[in-house]
């Protein structure tokens, strides 16, 4: 069966399984106004987060578009997601990888984004430092990162989250990166939750990121 069609279909199933909601309104999360970039902070020591503007997705493809406004809103930029899907290429069938967040990120943020892909279907300890590094880096930097995951994947509070197809970034982490936090656009009931990074690492397996 077609990836992309597979991906459709899936994330319907997908979405109605995990009873996500998928339409909300733009909610302010450690944020500036709009245009100006909202400014990175510093906790405690091994922590780290972007201010950003969390916004729901208002259908079941539109992860990556919502993904991705979440990243630019980190640098300022306010676009609606429909102009970063017609620039992403998004239908009903969804978006295609993660080659295309980045190629989009990188128009609006020239050269700050590239993509890794983690092609096996469980992530590697090297993998997993890599993803680790890459958020790390990213979030000191003010950037958030954009993640393709497949299947299934629990949190820090041991919540289950599964989606056969799905785009969600990476605002904050903490204990040196080994937790990270998400801001899931189709879930605008939690918004964000913890997650330990090699659990990430499995769930992008397969897939890519962009940082």
């Given at each position: 069966m077609n990836l992309i069609l597979r991906r459709s279909m899936l994330s319907v199933a997908g979405?109605?399984?995990?009873?996500?909601?998928?339409?909300?309104?733009?909610?302010?999360?450690?944020?500036?106004?709009?245009?100006?970039?909202?400014?990175a902070k510093n906790d405690r020591p091994g922590q780290h987060r972007v201010g950003y503007e969390y916004q729901a997705q208002p259908n079941y493809y539109y992860c990556g578009p919502a993904s991705t406004r979440i990243a630019l809103s980190a640098e300022g930029k306010d676009v609606s997601q429909d102009e970063l899907a017609a620039k992403l290429?998004?239908?009903?069938?969804g978006t295609d990888?993660?080659?295309d967040i980045t190629r989009v990120l990188n128009e609006?943020?020239?050269?700050?984004?590239?993509?890794?892909e983690i092609s096996s279907d469980v992530a590697s300890n090297e993998q997993v430092e890599?993803?680790?590094s890459d958020?790390?880096?990213a979030v000191d930097a003010g950037e958030p990162v954009v993640a393709n995951v497949?299947?299934?994947?629990?949190?820090?509070?041991?919540?289950?989250?599964?989606?056969p197809g799905h785009y969600l970034t990476v605002v904050e982490y903490k204990d040196d990166g080994h937790t990270v936090k998400i801001a899931d656009p189709a879930d605008p009931a939690a918004q964000e939750y913890w997650m330990d990074v090699k659990?990430?690492?499995?769930?992008?397996?397969s897939r890519g990121y962009s940082s």
């Open positions: 979405l109605l399984m995990t009873g996500a909601a998928v339409a909300g309104p733009a909610v302010a999360a450690h944020a500036a106004p709009a245009g100006t970039a909202p400014a290429g998004t239908t009903e069938n990888s993660a080659i609006y943020a020239p050269g700050r984004y590239k993509t890794t890599q993803l680790r958020v790390r880096a497949l299947g299934s994947a629990v949190d820090a509070d041991g919540v289950e989250h599964s989606y659990a990430l690492a499995n769930w992008i397996a």
